[in-house]
């Protein structure tokens, strides 16, 4: 897989509103199986609501797009 992207002016400002570590640090631990589920598509709803946040949306599943993930903010 490659990722291609263009850092923008102004990255650095809005991306500190996402609270990265602070995020990161209220993690919640899943187990194998729904692990898998996430990894393979087959569930639907997220683990954790999402809340100010980017969330996936949805993951293409043929062609060009294959594989492609769309997120989209949540407030």
């Known amino acids: 897989k490659v990722f291609e992207g263009v850092v923008q002016p102004g990255w650095r400002e809005i991306a500190s509103r996402f609270h ?8 919640h631990a899943i187990n194998k199986t729904v692990y898998e589920a996430l990894h393979m598509g087959k569930r639907k709803r997220s683990v954790v609501k999402p809340s100010t946040e980017f ?21």
């Open 20 to 27: 990265l570590f602070e995020r990161l640090s209220t993690r």
């Open 55 to 75: 969330a996936l949306v949805s993951v293409g599943l043929e062609g060009d797009l294959e594989g492609q993930r769309r997120y989209q903010w949540v407030e």
